[in-house]
């Protein structure tokens, strides 16, 4: 049997590696490694998930710059892989952590497998540092786990070998639809939303990159004051991110409307809940986007640059920016519009892990 190591450091990671670590612990030998960011974020998915890592390098540390953190993971990650001598490395997407466990494979000749790569904006600051961090794992890497025919032609053009590129689908439709099966209750008003007054319609909200904080994230916040005066009977969610930079800019804007309802970080379950109840949503997250698309909601991406334009082709989703104009044209006209999207396949079938599994098992 393989000894493959699977590296995860993120909440994102550990959602869309859980599907393949459940695949592939039956036909290998196989050793997770927490690099520990997301710490408070990280346990209630190893609880749903039923993931126990074997390692927890336990990383996590407040205020911690990218360079700290490189500083940190790249010893730990070599110890770490010299101990466990694996024949694969598998890292997912384009987190600092992805990256750093890709290069330190590659340092120690251990061919690395790349889930979700392939993702393209084109432009090297937006997301940062995600940007670089999936193109150096694209040089690292042995293959290439790419979610969408796009991502694939991504990697075509920069040279990659089509042997050593598989299209898989996104690991993340697997999660999520794992649990609605077994974990959410698929009808009505999430449980996390009592005690709040219910209105027409219902909008998800969800900031967190590092190119929103500050001035930028005050700008949505005056959109979002301007669609709640807008439209009375609407009401928008927004889960606040843990990042100290995000919770200042809520605390100093201080939108006072009872319809802007703020909550805690949710467990995942939770979250999936609130996607199907919200009506659309707002977001600069990748992750929700391919979610959103998969449970047929409209979304609104506040970046200037998306690596998924799958989803704004679909009409899916617009890439509205963070201009605040531009933001409540765009949602304005969808509201007054009344057109509904149904859900579509474009990140794949919910069966992207079994794809990976029986790669690694038969091809490897």
């Not at 009977?233 to 200042?248: A, E, F, G, R």
């Amino acid at each position: 049997m393989k000894n493959i190591l699977i590296v995860f450091g993120t909440r994102p990671e550990i959602i869309k590696l859980a599907p393949l670590i459940s695949e592939l612990k039956s036909y290998c030998n196989l050793t997770t490694l927490h690099t520990g960011q997301h710490r408070d974020l990280a346990y209630p998915l190893f609880k749903l998930f039923e993931i126990q890592p074997d390692i927890d390098l336990d990383v996590m540390e407040e205020g911690q710059d990218l360079f700290a953190l490189t500083g940190k993971l790249l010893p730990l990650l070599k110890s770490s892989m010299m101990e466990i001598k694996p024949d694969y490395v598998i890292v997912q997407g384009d987190t600092t952590s992805s990256y750093l466990a890709a290069l330190s494979a590659f340092y120690l000749q251990i061919p690395v497998l790349h889930v979700e790569a392939g993702l393209r904006s084109h432009s090297i600051h937006e997301p940062f540092p995600e940007e670089l961090n999936r193109r150096q794992i694209s040089g690292i890497a042995s293959y290439h786990f790419a979610a969408t025919g796009l991502n694939k032609l991504n990697l075509l053009n920069e040279g990659i070998d089509e042997r050593r590129i598989v299209v898989t689908g996104n690991t993340i439709v697997d999660a999520m639809r794992s649990v609605i099966k077994y974990h959410t209750s698929s009808i009505g008003r999430p449980q996390i939303l009592n005690g709040y007054q219910g209105t027409k319609q219902t909008a998800l909200l969800t900031v967190h990159r590092r190119e929103n904080h500050g001035q930028t994230f005050h700008d949505i916040l005056n959109a979002i004051e301007k669609l709640l005066e807008l439209f009375p009977d609407l009401s928008i969610i927004l889960p606040v991110h843990p990042n100290p930079n995000i919770q200042k800019v809520i605390r100093d804007h201080n939108i006072s409307s009872p319809r802007f309802i703020t909550i805690p970080p949710v467990t995942y379950d939770d979250f999936i809940e609130i996607i199907q109840f919200s009506d659309f949503i707002l977001t600069d997250s990748g992750g929700l986007q391919e979610e959103g698309a998969a449970l047929g909601k409209k979304i609104f991406v506040l970046r200037n640059k998306t690596e998924r334009t799958e989803l704004i082709d679909s009409e899916l989703g617009e890439l509205v920016g963070t201009d605040p104009t531009n933001i409540v044209d765009h949602v304005c006209s969808y509201l007054k519009s009344g057109y509904k999207v149904d859900p579509k396949d474009i990140y794949g079938d919910g069966k992207a892990a079994v794809r990976i599994r029986e790669f690694i098992t038969d091809q490897l």
